[in-house]
Nanobody
């Protein structure tokens, strides 16, 4: 059973930073590609950033390029999302997800396992 547990969300003022972490149980973390999604009420879940199994290829949504950085530590079975220069429009529930496919995945149905989500609120 693969479990994903996010942490690091919270309330921050605009311009501030947060680092989200997602710890993944299971022995095959290093073979998974990982993604961070976010969702606000009434909207579809959107991909914010993704990273391949090797940590090489990455993807960022245009709205977060230059502000967010995704990284992974395979020894710790953890993926991170460093969020800088936060804006009120970044407010959402953030989810991490794992894909057995290994390569970058852009859509929610490309992911096999999901965390429970962590709330990020950016005040103006």
């Amino acid at each position: 059973q693969v479990q994903l547990v996010e942490s690091g969300g919270g309330l921050v003022q605009a311009g501030g930073s947060l680092r989200l972490s997602c710890a993944v149980s299971g022995r095959t973390f290093s073979s998974y590609s990982m993604g961070w999604f976010r969702q606000v009420p009434g909207k579809e879940r959107e991909l914010v950033a993704a990273i391949s199994w090797s940590g090489g290829p990455t993807y960022y949504a245009d709205s977060v390029k230059g502000r967010f950085t995704i990284s992974r530590d395979n020894a710790k079975s953890t993926v991170y999302l460093q969020m800088n220069s936060l804006k009120p429009e970044d407010t959402a529930v953030y989810y991490c997800a794992a894909s057995r496919a290994g390569g970058l995945q852009w859509y929610p149905n490309g992911y096999d396992y999901w965390g429970q989500g962590t709330q990020v609120t950016v005040s103006s």
